[in-house]
Structure formats: C-alpha cells, structure tokens
C-alpha cells in the first residue's frame, strides 16, 4: 500500500537532527523514495505502483500532492485524474494557502507545499481524509506520515497510551477529534493544514463544512435532485476510471446500489465482480435485493454466507500498531476472503456504498423539523415536514413540533456525546460519560460548543455524521493490499449535500429521500422503495459465543475494566450465555470494547 514521511523543520535550528533522521530513514528496510527536497523540508514516499496512488509534482521543487488527485468537473465536464500541475496552477496553490487545491480539486490526498520566498512549508489533507496523516515531532522536527509504525520503525521515537482519549471512545465510539490514544501522535483532520515556520507549528482548518452548509443552501428539491445525480455519477466515474477490475459490496441498500448504477454507466467500463454476505438470522438475508439489483444491470453477484464459528478473536493479538483503535470484527470475518476473490476475479479495488446513509442523510428526521422552524419559522409547510420526519423517524408530530418549538426559543448547548446517546448504554459507566462531556479536547475543530452557536441541529448532526475518516490501511500484521474505496465520500457530493437542507433531504417521508428520485429509473421500484436494513444481530451473537472463553479473558480483568471505565457486573452478565439478555450490546461489545481492549494490549 502507499506510504508516504514529510519532514519539516526550520533549517536554523534543526538542520543536523534533520539530517541524521532523513539518513535513518533511506537506511531503512522500507525503500523510500524521496519526491522533494528543500532547506526545511523532505518528502518520502514508498509502495507506488500498488494501485493509481502517486505524486503529483509541483515544479520547481514547489512540492508534492500525495496520493490521488482529480480535476473538478465544471461546465458539462467531467471530473478527471490529474498526475502533474502546471507553473500556474502551482502557483495558485501556493499563493491561496491551498485553497485553491481545495476549490478546483478532490481526491484522497495529502499536499505538502514549500513557500518560494522563505523555508516556510504546510501540510494540508484533504477534505474526505481518506488518506491517513498522522503528526509527531522528535527533536524541533514536524514529522507527518500516513503510517505511525514508519516512524517506529526509526527507532527514534517512543509512544505512551493517552487514556482520556479512550475514555472519550469508551463514551463515543466514533470521536473524532485531533488528540489520538497516544500521547505523543495528533491527527491532522480532514481539511486541516499544518504549517511549519520560524520554529515553530501552527494549525487551522481551510476547509469547514459549517461554512458550506451555509453557503448558497438550495432551497430547491427539484434543482437539489439533478445536482445531486451528477455529482454521485461524476465521483463514483472518476474513481472508477482508476481501475480496471472491481469487487463491489452488494448489500442490496439503496447506497450500494445506486454505487452499482454508477459503475455500470462508467465511460471507463471497468470489470465489476459484486459481493453480497448474508447470514440464517432474523432480516439478516438480503439476497433477494442483491440479486434484484445485479440481474437488473447485468453483473456477476458472488454470493458469501461467512461462518461465525471461524472467527477467531485471538487474531487481535496479530494487530498492527496504530495510533488509535478501529472497529477490527468486519475485517476478521472479511478481509482474506475479499482479498482472495479480488485476485480471482482481477480486481484492485473494494468499492461499497459506505458512507451513504451520511451522505444522504439517512438518520435524524426530527432535527430536520428543528432546521425548518430555524429557517422559515412557524408558517407554511411546517405541518408537512413534521409529518414527513414523524414517517422516518416512526414517531407521532407532535413530540416532534414541541421539540421543535423549544428548540427555536431555548436553543441547547450543542453536545456530541449525548448527541450520540451514549446513555443507552450499561456497560459504560456514567461517570465515563460525564467526564467525556467535560473534556474540551474532545471536540471536533469544526464542532465545537462555541463554533455550533446558532447552527441548526441537523447540520451538525449531519456534519458530525461525516466526521469519521474510512480505514486506509488493513489492522493486521496479514492485512493486504486490496484498495478500498467509499466514492459517496467525495468531496464535491459531500459538499452538495451539506447544502441540501435536511427537511429536502427527508421529503416525502422518506430518508435519503432525493438519492432515492435521483436513481429512481437506475434501480429496481422494490429498492427504491426499501427502508428496511439488514442486521446481524444473530451473527455477533454466534461469534461472540464462539469466542466467548477469549472475550471474558480480555475484558473482564483488562485495562479498562481495572480503569474503572466498563460496568465489570453488567459486562459478565452479557459474557454469560445463560442469562445475557439479547439486545445491541453484543454488538457494542464486539465492535468497540473488544477493539479497545485489543489495541491497548497491543500498544501498552
């Protein structure tokens, strides 16, 4: 997989340490290749040549985009890949900061920009973070990479476990924020650049989803609808032209399937293979809808039944180092065999429809109503959203128009965490949570208490919603090299829909309710007309039966059991196969403490 270092640091001060750690690196096992040096700055990348991600070359020396990089398609044209940048362009981007890069480009990418006049250079990610940038220093020098176990591999550097960020993913799961679970790692955030001069670091966001949310709102469902259909088209075209053989995650949902439509009509034609999992449990078979979907444009469906009795959890123990931990079942039960049919089939990429119900807007009616009265107050087509969210969210309109009402009168404190409704939750205890909502730190840059003053709710919930970068790099020590790829996160229909008011984005009574009309003569009526999802409550229960001896282990006298951060009684009743109530924590419990738990024994 592709890799890249950036080393940045003031040629004044420390220009010999600099020197000695770029040696270490070009002596290391990885071969590395350098793609830019200046006083102050060093790029290094590796493992080109695994899939379309490169560096695109500013001239001169001026720096390097990192990674894939496409033109913004404007005027009927459509989005194209980019693989070098001219003296103008160039020119531009350095001259703007980047935002130039951000407004005339997309891609999964990161820039590392040095400023003609002086020794000053910045790092800027792009707006989907779909390639990993992590930030450390050693020695007056900014060390900027995608993957942490390079810097380790150094030997330079050591890394200690940040426990009031685990203490804020015990709360919040999905926390999104600059501070990792190590001390001595942050995370440049998606849209975020970092900017190394005179000694010192500096850190702002270029890109903020607060202000396109607010920018030019189209206020017309009709308008909102065919824009929306060429930006989903143009993103899903241009990753596609990057490949020439695909494996397609064939839910069956309306979000894979809309990402089969689009495949299916891309001028580049690449090989589409489609995967569908189903497993024997309660609304856990969604083949027929797969199948559907597959006839309908024509396309090989693979049909996968995983065997939960095979997942081994002791395979957590074979973690890669990170700097914070990630949800590992799906690629315990998945990635070997994704990967094997992959090869079968002459596929580079895993494309899926991940990223759609955020996109789209498929949770939160009721703060939909909340947005309306914000925007037109108590008049006409009030009643109507009301019911339209009182159809998605299966709630009666009044509760809804209340909350409304109270909310334009005594607008909250905004707060992710109970946002997230943690509280749900009995295995967590609450003085976890009330410390988590007391931590500063873990507010997202574009969401914090005072940044949300005055925005309406389902703006930030739907903002919130898209916080959470994908998964780049697999998370074991086997993981392979199969790229993944979510084209419903790119940055132009990301940015479409967060000017969608979200009572368009619910009308009718219905989520995701535009991408529905959109793709209406793309897919087959019963999926654009599902609501339902698939579940897999019975797997996680088979597996975590299967695995129950390990996961008792591993929790019940781990770190955060004896950090007082789980309920250890409540946690053994649900590891008791005779009396755990049958409920969502199975999946709580697989997803995120289990992970937790693993990725401290792995990084203590």
Same mark, same amino acid.
């Not at 390079?150 to 890394?159: I, N, P, Q, S, V």
């Given at each position: 997989?592709?890799?890249?270092?950036?080393?940045?640091?003031?040629?004044?001060?420390?220009?010999?340490?600099?020197?000695?750690?770029?040696?270490?690196?070009?002596?290391?096992?990885?071969?590395?290749?350098?793609?830019?040096?200046?006083?102050?700055?060093?790029?290094?990348?590796?493992?080109?040549?695994?899939?379309? #991600?490169?560096?695109?070359?500013?001239?001169?020396?001026?720096?390097?985009?990192? &990674?894939?990089?496409?033109?913004?398609?404007?005027?009927?044209?459509?989005?194209?890949?980019?693989?070098?940048?001219?003296?103008?362009?160039?020119?531009?981007?350095?001259?703007?900061?980047?935002?130039?890069?951000?407004?005339?480009?997309?891609?999964?990418?990161?820039?590392?920009?040095?400023?003609?006049?002086?020794?000053?250079?910045?790092?800027?990610?792009?707006?989907?973070?779909?390639?990993?940038?992590?930030?450390?220093?050693?020695?007056?020098?900014?060390?900027?990479?995608?993957?942490?176990?390079?810097?380790?591999?150094?030997?330079?550097?050591? !890394?200690?476990?940040?426990?009031?960020?685990?203490?804020?993913?015990?709360?919040?799961?999905?926390?999104?924020?600059?501070?990792?679970?190590?001390?001595?790692?942050?995370?440049?955030?998606?849209?975020?650049? /970092?900017?190394?001069?005179?000694?010192?670091?500096?850190?702002?966001?270029?890109?903020?989803?607060?202000?396109?949310?607010?920018?030019?709102?189209?206020?017309?469902?009709?308008?909102?609808?065919?824009?929306?259909?060429?930006?989903? /088209?143009?993103?899903?075209?241009?990753?596609?032209? *990057?490949?020439?053989?695909?494996?397609?995650?064939?839910?069956?949902?309306?979000?894979?399937?809309?990402? %089969?439509?689009?495949?299916?009509?891309?001028?580049?034609?690449?090989?589409?293979? *489609?995967?569908?999992?189903?497993?024997?449990?309660?609304?856990?078979?969604?083949?027929?809808?797969?199948? /559907?979907?597959?006839?309908?444009?024509?396309?090989?469906?693979?049909?996968?039944?995983?065997? @939960?009795?095979?997942?081994?959890?002791?395979?957590?123990?074979?973690?890669?180092?990170?700097?914070?931990?990630?949800?590992?079942?799906?690629?315990?039960?998945?990635?070997?065999?994704?990967?094997?049919?992959?090869?079968?089939?002459?596929?580079?990429?895993? !494309?899926?429809?991940?990223?759609?119900? #955020?996109?789209?807007?498929?949770?939160?009616?009721?703060?939909?109503?909340?947005? !309306?009265?914000?925007?037109?107050?108590?008049?006409?087509?009030?009643?109507?959203?009301?019911?339209?969210?009182?159809?998605?969210?299966?709630?009666?309109?009044? @509760?809804?128009?209340?909350?409304? +009402? =109270?909310?334009?009168?005594? @607008?909250?404190?905004?707060?992710?965490?109970?946002?997230?409704?943690? !509280?749900?939750?009995?295995?967590?205890?609450?003085?976890?949570?009330? %410390?988590?909502?007391?931590?500063?730190?873990? #507010?997202?840059?574009? +969401?914090? @208490?005072?940044?949300?003053? &005055?925005?309406?709710?389902? $703006?930030?919930?739907? $903002?919130?919603?898209?916080?959470?970068?994908?998964?780049?790099? &697999?998370?074991?020590?086997?993981?392979?090299?199969?790229? =993944?790829?979510?084209?419903?996160? &790119?940055?132009? %229909?990301?940015? %479409?829909?967060?000017?969608?008011?979200?009572?368009?984005?619910?009308?009718?009574?219905?989520?995701?309710?535009?991408?529905?009309?959109?793709?209406?003569?793309? /897919?087959? =009526?019963?999926?654009?007309?599902?609501?339902?999802?698939?579940?897999?409550?019975?797997?996680?229960?088979?597996?975590?039966?299967?695995?129950?001896?390990?996961?008792?282990?591993?929790?019940?006298?781990?770190?955060?059991?004896?950090?007082?951060?789980?309920? =250890?009684?409540?946690?053994?009743?649900?590891?008791?196969?005779?009396?755990?109530?049958?409920?969502?924590?199975?999946?709580?419990?697989?997803?995120?403490?289990?992970?937790?738990?693993?990725?401290?024994?792995?990084?203590?």
């Amino acid at each position: 997989m592709y890799r890249y270092m950036a080393l940045l640091w003031d040629p004044a001060r420390s220009g010999p340490a600099a020197r000695a750690l770029s040696d270490r690196l070009r002596a290391s096992a990885t071969r590395w290749l350098q793609v830019m040096a200046a006083p102050g700055v060093e790029v290094f990348h590796a493992g080109q040549g695994m899939g379309p #991600s490169d560096a695109c070359l500013l001239p001169h020396g001026g720096g390097a985009v990192l &990674g894939t990089l496409f033109s913004r398609g404007s005027g009927g044209a459509a989005s194209s890949r980019v693989t070098e940048l001219d003296e103008a362009e160039a020119a531009r981007i350095v001259a703007t900061g980047g935002k130039h890069l951000l407004e005339k480009y997309w891609g999964r990418y990161v820039a590392v920009v040095r400023a003609r006049e002086t020794s000053d250079a910045w790092v800027l990610r792009d707006p989907s973070g779909s390639l990993p940038c992590w930030y450390t220093g050693y020695d007056g020098i900014a060390m900027v990479c995608s993957d942490i176990e390079d810097c380790r591999e150094l030997g330079a550097l050591t !890394f200690t476990v940040n426990w009031d960020y685990i203490t804020g993913r015990v709360a919040h799961a999905v926390l999104q924020v600059r501070d990792t679970a190590l001390n001595e790692v942050s995370e440049i955030q998606p849209g975020e650049r /970092l900017c190394s001069g005179g000694g010192a670091v500096t850190r702002d966001m270029v890109w903020n989803p607060l202000e396109i949310a607010q920018t030019a709102p189209l206020d017309s469902p009709e308008a909102a609808t065919a824009l929306l259909r060429a930006a989903t /088209l143009d993103c899903i075209h241009a990753w596609a032209s *990057c490949y020439d053989g695909v494996v397609h995650n064939l839910s069956g949902g309306l979000d894979s399937s809309i990402v %089969l439509s689009c495949l299916e009509s891309a001028p580049s034609r690449p090989r589409v293979t *489609c995967l569908n999992y189903y497993s024997r449990g309660p609304n856990e078979d969604e083949r027929r809808y797969a199948r /559907l979907m597959a006839q309908h444009v024509g396309v090989e469906l693979v049909e996968h039944e995983p065997d @939960p009795t095979g997942v081994r959890l002791e395979e957590l123990h074979q973690l890669r180092r990170s700097p914070r931990p990630w949800f590992y079942l799906y690629e315990l039960q998945h990635a070997r065999f994704e990967a094997s049919l992959a090869e079968q089939h002459g596929a580079t990429a895993m !494309f899926s429809g991940s990223g759609g119900d #955020s996109v789209f807007y498929q949770a939160r009616g009721d703060l939909a109503v909340c947005d !309306f009265v914000l925007d037109h107050g108590l008049g006409r087509g009030l009643l109507a959203t009301a019911v339209d969210a009182a159809r998605v969210s299966r709630q009666s309109i009044w @509760p809804l128009l209340w909350k409304a +009402l =109270r909310h334009r009168i005594w @607008p909250p404190k905004w707060d992710p965490i109970a946002m997230a409704k943690p !509280f749900a939750r009995t295995i967590v205890t609450p003085a976890v949570v009330e %410390l988590a909502k007391r931590n500063r730190r873990l #507010s997202h840059p574009w +969401l914090t @208490p005072e940044n949300a003053v &005055g925005i309406a709710p389902g $703006i930030l919930w739907h $903002i919130m919603s898209l916080s959470l970068p994908p998964a780049y790099y &697999g998370s074991f020590q086997w993981s392979g090299h199969l790229e =993944r790829i979510l084209p419903l996160l &790119g940055q132009p %229909l990301v940015e %479409l829909c967060l000017r969608i008011p979200t009572y368009h984005l619910i009308r009718g009574g219905q989520d995701r309710a535009l991408a529905r009309r959109a793709f209406a003569g793309d /897919l087959p =009526r019963q999926i654009v007309q599902r609501y339902a999802k698939g579940r897999a409550d019975q797997n996680m229960r088979n597996i975590l039966d299967t695995n129950l001896p390990f996961v008792r282990e591993l929790l019940l006298d781990g770190l955060m059991v004896r950090r007082g951060l789980l309920d =250890r009684a409540n946690l053994e009743l649900y590891l008791s196969r005779e009396h755990s109530p049958a409920d969502f924590q199975y999946n709580e419990i697989l997803h995120e403490h289990v992970s937790t738990e693993a990725w401290l024994r792995a990084n203590r």
